[in-house]
């Protein structure tokens, strides 16, 4: 009696795949990447909403500065007096709320206060404190319709630093200062605020 003897092809026949390590690992790699992608998100969009109060601050801490030169140039306050209170001027120091010039014209000063309603158009309302208020367009995009909002500056606070500077053998310049606005706020459900600054030297000659 003849035995037949099997022959296997040369195809092997263990079929090769991906082990369950394997796809592990690749699942583990795809979520570090979904998740870098999603915090890029949200902090493009966290930055996106802040853009509104920036600009505000920004403009602030301009105008501030702009109207302390003004004041400098027309001679409605003298040089001695472009100082904090602290140091015999009349720029309060530490930080306030942005409120309405006083009688000088000035923001920052002694004089300063509260924002009448009726020139603002912000109801007392939803401004108890009086502090700098503005009018936003509302869902139309269109300022001055009946769908605008108003957007109370609560938030803010501002501080005006001025500082003698020095001559190169280190005695204090009394020809020349340094006046820095800072503009802050902070933003709800934050705890850190946002800080814009503005800093010029202003000289005794005009």
């Not at 505000?56 to 004041?71: H, P, R, S, V």
């Not at 309060?92 to 020139?119: R, W």
Request: with cysteine.
């Amino acid at each position: 009696m003849m035995k037949r003897k099997r022959v296997q092809s040369g195809r092997g026949q263990r079929e090769a795949g991906f082990s369950l390590i394997e796809v592990l690992f690749a699942t583990v790699i795809l979520m570090v990447g979904l998740l870098a992608m999603l915090a890029t998100f949200a902090y493009a969009l966290a930055t996106t909403q802040s853009v509104q109060e920036d600009q505000i601050a920004k403009q602030t801490a301009e105008d501030t500065l702009e109207n302390i030169f003004t004041a400098r140039d027309t001679q409605q306050i003298s040089f001695a007096q472009i100082a904090n209170v602290s140091g015999g001027g009349i720029f309060v120091d530490g930080l306030t709320n942005l409120q309405d010039t006083g009688p000088d014209g000035l923001a920052g000063t002694g004089d300063d206060i509260a924002f009448n309603p009726a020139t603002t158009g912000c109801p007392a309302t939803i401004n108890p404190l009086g502090v700098q208020c503005i009018k936003l367009p509302g869902p139309d995009g269109i300022l001055g319709t009946a769908d605008d909002s108003y957007m109370v500056l609560s938030n803010f606070q501002r501080s005006i630093v001025i500082a003698n500077t020095l001559n190169p053998d280190g005695t204090p310049n009394p020809n020349l200062k340094q006046v820095t606005v800072n503009v802050q706020y902070i933003r709800p459900g934050q705890r850190v605020p946002r800080t814009y600054t503005v800093n010029a030297l202003m000289s005794v000659f005009r």
